[in-house]
């Protein structure tokens, strides 16, 4: 269930600790020694000097000692920030991602479902030669009739309910999905992909329209001309002021996508990304954000899809939207439970606050423990 899964991101939240918090505890431990040691030392100088006063001279020094200030300093702020981030419809699964969040300088985001609503529609349907509208539809809800992403679902829905018989369904993450129709090999997805599945070229026309700044997704059966369904998606509200407002932060931002090239160019050019990349499949993301990690850059991964599970996981953060797939969730260090763009900039700034406050509440408790003892 929903609560069960909910329940077991928060339970690894409690069994990560971030490396400030568990250098807090060594510290402590080290303190409370020291503060013996201390003692005994504090001990033996009164002894000389005036054995009367060794008793309460020694007490005091323990007494005043505090090591549950240096151990609190950590676990408090995480537990207020944690809280202030859960009141803004934010899941943390691994305390551990909000110190990595706070040194975030990459962000890397998916397009389809993350940057866009995910609600694409077919906007038009270019049919291949002996094809119907209603039976190139069908055929495409047909093979993505178990896909959970945003384009199978825009295309069950343009479909109305008519769906072909496919069996044999076969998927390719971030390519598309092959299947047997009448015995006969069928695909959708890619226009690449489904034409090199079924043996049919894409026709001069339907190239011509891989342009446009529309989403192509192909569908054809072996021996028969390909069809090719335009879909457009908008962009989700606030996603141009979030790419600025992570600018402003110091944060690169970059987009990864499946989806084809020119479409993921007109998506950064209109969100003012320079660096995006289209036809990215599972394995070139997570390639892309080890080349990134491994130049010594601290990547923030925003996904939504199942494509983008491994990504997720690569990244030094995973940021996952609510209204994604299961998958990505359980993939991600961070969820944003209602799906709202401004949760990305509210973490960040709320995970840098803490590690501020943690740092103030670590000098404080050095400072008043030295000046006491």
């Known amino acids: 269930t929903v609560l069960a899964s909910l329940e077991r991101l928060v339970d690894r939240a409690r069994g990560s600790k971030p490396a400030i918090a568990r250098l807090a505890d060594r510290v402590a431990a ?6 013996v040691l201390l003692a005994a030392v504090v001990a ?12 309460p001279t020694v007490i005091a020094v323990l007494v005043v000692s505090c090591p549950c200030a240096l151990s609190l300093a950590t676990p408090l702020a995480l537990a207020a920030s944690s809280g202030a981030l859960a009141r803004r419809g934010m899941l943390i699964t691994r305390e551990a991602a909000l110190e990595t ?17 995910g609600r694409p529609e077919v906007a038009a349907i ?11 539809l069908a055929l495409a809800a047909g093979l993505e009739r178990d896909s959970e992403h945003p384009l199978a679902r825009s295309i069950r829905e343009a479909a109305g309910g008519r769906t072909a018989p496919v069996e044999a369904l076969c998927n390719h993450p971030g390519q598309g999905v092959v299947g047997r129709l009448l015995g006969e090999t069928c695909a959708v997805g890619a226009p690449a992909f489904v034409a090199l599945s079924i043996g049919t070229p894409l026709s001069a026309q339907l190239l011509s329209r891989l342009a446009d700044g529309r989403t192509p997704v192909a569908v054809g059966r072996a021996g028969q001309a390909l069809s090719l369904l335009l879909l457009e998606d908008a962009l989700r509200p606030g996603a141009r002021e979030l790419v600025d407002t992570l600018t402003g932060l110091g944060i690169e931002c970059l987009i990864l996508s499946g989806d ?10 209109e969100l003012g990304v320079r660096s995006a990349e289209g036809e990215a499949s599972p394995e070139r993301k997570v390639e892309r ?18 494509n983008d599970a491994p990504a997720l ?8 939207i609510g209204t994604g797939t299961d998958i990505a969730i359980e993939a991600s260090d961070v969820t944003l439970v209602r799906g709202e763009l401004s949760g990305v900039v509210s973490a960040i700034k709320l995970s840098r606050a803490t590690f501020r406050k943690i740092r103030q509440n670590l000098f404080w408790a050095y400072f008043y423990n030295t000046i006491a003892i």
């Open 30 to 35: 080290r303190f409370s020694l020291a503060v």
């Open 44 to 55: 033996a100088v009164w002894w000389r000097l005036d054995p009367d006063r060794l008793l």
């Open 101 to 117: 969040l706070a040194r975030a300088d990459v962000a890397v985001f998916d397009k389809t479902g993350t940057l866009t609503q």
């Open 126 to 136: 270019l049919r291949g030669a002996g094809s119907t509208q209603e039976e190139v």
């Open 260 to 269: 084809h090239p020119a479409v993921v160019a007109r998506v950064a050019a």
């Open 289 to 306: 954000i080890r080349e990134l990690v491994a130049a010594g850059r601290t990547v923030a991964m925003i996904g939504d899809g199942i």
């Open 313 to 320: 996981t690569q990244a030094n953060v995973g940021i996952a």
